[in-house]
C-alpha cells in the first residue's frame, strides 16, 4: 500500500476545508497550501464526482465539503484516488503476499476511523 502524493494534498485540502468557516476558493487554498491552482481544480473535481466537497458560485462562492466532517473518513478520500487493483508485491511469497493484505486491511480499517473532524481537532497536519 502506498499514499501518493495526490492523496496527501487531497487529506491536505480536506482538512482546510474542515477548518474553514465559510467557502474557500481555489486561490485561496493555493496561497495557504502552496499547491497550484491547475492541481487544486484537478483533485476537487475528482471529490466533487465522489461527493466529498460540493462548489458554489458566485460572490461568497468556493469550495466547502459535501457533508459534515464528522462523516468523511481519511479512507474515503484516500480511496477515491487509489486504484483498486491488489497487486502481489514483486518477489514476494505466498505467505508475504498474505501478510501484506492483512496489514492493507488493518490500515483501510484504521484509515476509517480517522474522520476529518477528529483529524482536524488533533492538530494535523501540524501547522
Request: glycine share 8%; proline share 2%.
Amino acid at each position: 500500500m502506498q499514499i501518493s502524493s495526490r492523496c496527501q494534498f487531497a487529506i491536505q485540502v480536506t482538512l482546510y476545508l474542515t477548518r474553514a468557516e465559510k467557502a474557500v476558493t481555489a486561490r485561496e487554498m493555493q496561497q495557504r497550501l502552496g499547491i497550484s491552482v491547475g492541481y487544486l481544480d484537478q483533485l476537487l473535481s475528482i471529490m466533487r464526482k465522489k461527493e466529498i466537497v460540493k462548489a458554489t458560485r458566485g460572490p461568497g462562492g468556493g469550495y466547502r465539503l459535501a457533508r459534515s466532517s464528522d462523516s468523511i473518513t481519511a479512507e474515503e478520500v484516500i480511496r477515491s484516488f487509489q486504484d483498486e487493483e491488489r497487486e502481489h508485491p514483486a518477489g514476494s511469497t505466498d505467505e508475504i503476499f498474505i501478510l501484506w493484505q492483512q496489514f492493507c486491511r488493518n490500515t483501510w480499517q484504521y484509515l476509517g476511523t480517522q474522520t476529518l473532524s477528529k483529524m482536524a481537532r488533533s492538530g494535523w497536519p501540524a501547522e
